[in-house]
């Protein structure tokens, strides 16, 4: 009989055999998606990898990020396959191979989110809907980004930014601008798009649940406990719980003085069109609002910032062009009288007092000491310290500078000054080219067709990349990779390629809230630039992650805000 084997021998052979069998099952799985090729077709599949069993590529995805995608784009060129979240991806980059499957919406392609996303947003939602449902959806939803919708919105919003960025001058510490940047936008669509009355611990549970819900948008489809299919199921039970009583108060409520939001737009719309929406429907509509203006529009936002601070040169002539439109009016004295509105009946918390929209310089906290100021500023007034008064026209305490401080008044903007705007514009999207806020869109293979001399076979998934086209695209002047608004400008043009600059997608599914995303962006630039600077908290600028939205890596970008001081002298 043969000896026995030593138990370091048993352990070796137990790898060997474990290592052959891993490396069958990989071959399987590689040979599995190489026989779903369309035999109609002689065209070859996609080259690439599909990883590993069940779980591909997308461990890989989600630790990598941007680079999963560059590595292979470098290694397989624009058009490859690969395996994430349970499903065959072709991953497609360039202007022309964009264009033919966004202009083939509802022949080509369809809309294909993940399965997880699938679940958790529900089934009556614009993302979701297909062919006709899709049409009459995008129709009812329009009225809610109409331009009649969108003045209405703007004093609202310009008064949220307002108040929003007060606060972050006021604090004494570091400000973590992606978080910031999502309470911002929250606050916008909670309080403006759904016209939700929330106190504030209201307002930060219900963004912390929406939150959880989107971090788990993209996982796995596994329903089980501890999963992130699981936790966001969850996070969109409680939302509808919360959305359900509102909507019911809402409805009864039914006050005519009330401002017109965009629940109300929806409701009367889909009456326009025949249709009556019913609770489940208005609670996904109301979600995928949120959705749609909440993580996009933060991350962009802290973009914006981002890129502000690192281009000085660029807040400067932003300023040139305010003044030049009379909308940077820091020297401004504020007509006396009470306070005209007040954004909630409720300060950040309770040691917060409430701040009036009309006392713009009070945001100053005088505990911390003031910044360097920049080069060629005028030098600015030494304010004496705000009184804090307890009974005032505004509801609750608030702070009021003294009688003899200058302050800006808020400006009355419009959709139409903000047109005006030019190089504000140009500067926008090319924040949006640089950091776009979403890195690509998903699509399912209708049919099988050709792209880029590859076919793409019939259910398999289509992933279009934002990112790398516009990283990519032949058509910029100056380096794609360089931040530079003027490529933008009408001198230039160089992005007039319709499908070289496509951050809010294109086609049949292009992002029906565009004009209200960049109106939020510029009205948060002109704030920002005419009322504070900022100044890195951090030795170096943080890493940006950029799946499934691009932000800073944990939530790294640490910034000290400071208001500007008014001038003394008449000049703005």
Same mark, same amino acid.
């Given at each position: 009989?043969?000896a026995a084997?030593?138990?370091?021998?048993?352990?070796?052979?137990?790898?060997? !055999? &474990?290592a052959l069998?891993v490396?069958?099952?990989?071959?399987?799985?590689?040979l599995?998606?190489?026989l779903? $090729?369309?035999?109609?077709?002689?065209?070859?599949?996609?080259?690439?990898?599909?990883?590993?069993?069940?779980?591909g590529?997308t461990?890989h995805?989600l630790l990598?990020g941007?680079?999963?995608?560059?590595?292979r784009?470098?290694?397989?060129?624009?058009?490859?396959?690969?395996?994430?979240?349970?499903?065959?991806?072709?991953?497609?980059?360039?202007?022309?191979?964009?264009?033919k499957?966004l202009l083939g919406?509802?022949?080509?392609v369809?809309?294909?989110?993940?399965?997880?996303t699938?679940?958790i947003?529900?089934?009556?939602?614009?993302l979701?809907?297909?062919?006709?449902?899709?049409?009459? $959806?995008?129709k009812?939803?329009?009225?809610?980004f109409?331009?009649?919708a969108?003045?209405?919105?703007?004093?609202?919003i310009?008064?949220?930014?307002?108040?929003?960025?007060r606060?972050w001058?006021?604090e004494p510490?570091?400000?973590?601008?992606?978080?910031?940047?999502?309470?911002l936008?929250?606050r916008?669509?909670?309080?403006?798009?759904?016209?939700?009355?929330?106190?504030?611990?209201q307002?930060?549970? &219900? !963004?912390?649940?929406?939150?959880?819900?989107?971090?788990?948008?993209?996982?796995?489809?596994?329903?089980i406990p501890?999963?992130?299919?699981r936790?966001?199921?969850?996070a969109?039970?409680?939302?509808?719980e919360?959305?359900?009583?509102?909507?019911?108060?809402?409805?009864?409520?039914?006050?005519?003085?009330?401002?017109?939001?965009?629940?109300d737009?929806i409701?009367?719309?889909a009456?326009?069109?025949?249709?009556?929406?019913?609770?489940?429907?208005?609670?996904?509509?109301?979600?995928e609002l949120?959705?749609?203006?909440?993580?996009?529009?933060?991350?962009?936002?802290?973009s914006?910032?981002?890129?502000?601070?690192?281009?000085?040169?660029?807040?400067?002539?932003?300023?040139?062009?305010l003044?030049s439109?009379?909308?940077?009016?820091?020297?401004?004295r504020?007509?006396a009288?009470?306070?005209?509105?007040?954004?909630?009946?409720q300060?950040?918390?309770s040691?917060?007092?409430l701040?009036?929209?009309?006392a713009?310089?009070?945001?100053e906290?005088q505990?911390?000491?003031?910044?360097?100021?920049?080069?060629?500023a005028p030098k600015?007034c030494a304010?004496?310290?705000?009184?804090?008064?307890?009974?005032?026209?505004?509801?609750?305490?608030?702070?009021?500078a003294?009688?003899?401080q200058?302050?800006?008044?808020?400006?009355?903007?419009?959709?139409?000054?903000?047109?005006r705007?030019? +190089?504000?514009?140009?500067?926008i999207k090319?924040?949006?080219?640089?950091?776009p806020?979403?890195?690509?869109? +998903?699509?399912?293979a209708l049919?099988?067709?050709e792209?880029?001399?590859?076919?793409?076979?019939?259910?398999?998934?289509?992933? +279009?990349?934002?990112?790398?086209?516009?990283?990519?695209? !032949?058509?910029?002047?100056?380096?794609?990779?360089?931040?530079?608004?003027?490529?933008?400008?009408?001198? $230039?043009?160089?992005? !007039?390629? $319709?499908?070289?600059?496509i951050?809010?997608?294109?086609?049949a599914?292009?992002?029906?809230?565009?004009?209200?995303?960049q109106?939020?962006?510029?009205?948060l630039?002109?704030?920002?630039?005419?009322?504070?600077?900022?100044?890195?908290?951090t030795?170096?600028?943080?890493?940006?992650?950029?799946?499934?939205?691009v932000?800073?890596?944990?939530?790294?970008?640490?910034? +000290?805000?400071?208001?500007?001081?008014?001038?003394c002298?008449s000049?703005?």
């Amino acid at each position: 009989m043969p000896a026995a084997l030593s138990w370091p021998e048993a352990a070796a052979l137990a790898l060997l !055999a &474990l290592a052959l069998l891993v490396s069958l099952c990989r071959h399987l799985w590689a040979l599995r998606w190489s026989l779903s $090729r369309d035999r109609a077709s002689a065209l070859p599949l996609p080259k690439g990898s599909m990883g590993w069993p069940f779980f591909g590529e997308t461990l890989h995805w989600l630790l990598q990020g941007s680079h999963f995608h560059s590595s292979r784009r470098e290694r397989y060129g624009n058009v490859f396959k690969t395996h994430l979240l349970g499903r065959p991806v072709v991953r497609v980059t360039g202007a022309e191979n964009i264009r033919k499957i966004l202009l083939g919406e509802h022949t080509l392609v369809s809309t294909q989110w993940p399965q997880s996303t699938q679940i958790i947003l529900g089934s009556h939602t614009l993302l979701g809907s297909v062919g006709d449902l899709h049409r009459q $959806r995008r129709k009812i939803l329009a009225r809610v980004f109409s331009r009649a919708a969108l003045e209405s919105y703007l004093p609202r919003i310009q008064k949220v930014v307002s108040w929003e960025l007060r606060g972050w001058c006021m604090e004494p510490g570091s400000i973590a601008v992606y978080s910031s940047a999502k309470t911002l936008t929250f606050r916008i669509a909670a309080r403006i798009l759904l016209g939700l009355r929330l106190e504030e611990k209201q307002f930060k549970d &219900l !963004a912390k649940t929406f939150e959880q819900l989107v971090e788990n948008l993209f996982s796995l489809p596994l329903n089980i406990p501890f999963s992130g299919l699981r936790k966001g199921i969850k996070a969109r039970d409680m939302l509808h719980e919360f959305m359900e009583k509102a909507i019911r108060e809402k409805l009864q409520r039914n006050n005519p003085e009330d401002h017109s939001d965009a629940l109300d737009f929806i409701i009367n719309s889909a009456k326009e069109h025949g249709k009556e929406f019913t609770m489940q429907e208005l609670k996904e509509s109301a979600i995928e609002l949120i959705f749609a203006a909440f993580f996009t529009t933060a991350s962009a936002s802290t973009s914006l910032i981002l890129l502000l601070l690192k281009h000085p040169s660029v807040i400067e002539k932003i300023r040139q062009e305010l003044m030049s439109h009379e909308l940077y009016q820091q020297c401004e004295r504020c007509p006396a009288g009470p306070c005209r509105d007040t954004l909630t009946t409720q300060s950040r918390d309770s040691e917060k007092p409430l701040l009036c929209p009309m006392a713009k310089d009070a945001c100053e906290d005088q505990s911390q000491p003031p910044g360097p100021t920049e080069e060629g500023a005028p030098k600015p007034c030494a304010p004496p310290e705000p009184t804090l008064l307890q009974s005032s026209p505004c509801a609750g305490p608030q702070l009021q500078a003294p009688s003899w401080q200058s302050s800006r008044c808020p400006l009355d903007i419009s959709l139409e000054k903000l047109s005006r705007l030019r +190089y504000l514009d140009c500067v926008i999207k090319e924040v949006l080219r640089v950091l776009p806020p979403v890195s690509g869109g +998903y699509r399912t293979a209708l049919q099988t067709f050709e792209l880029d001399g590859y076919q793409i076979p019939k259910g398999w998934s289509v992933m +279009y990349s934002i990112r790398d086209t516009h990283e990519t695209a !032949a058509v910029y002047q100056s380096p794609p990779g360089g931040f530079d608004p003027d490529r933008f400008g009408a001198a $230039r043009m160089e992005a !007039a390629g $319709r499908f070289h600059y496509i951050p809010f997608g294109g086609g049949a599914r292009s992002c029906i809230g565009k004009e209200l995303a960049q109106a939020i962006l510029k009205l948060l630039a002109i704030e920002l630039v005419s009322t504070a600077r900022w100044e890195l908290a951090t030795p170096s600028y943080p890493a940006m992650q950029t799946v499934p939205i691009v932000h800073p890596v944990d939530d790294g970008l640490q910034l +000290y805000f400071h208001p500007l001081q008014p001038s003394c002298s008449s000049e703005a």
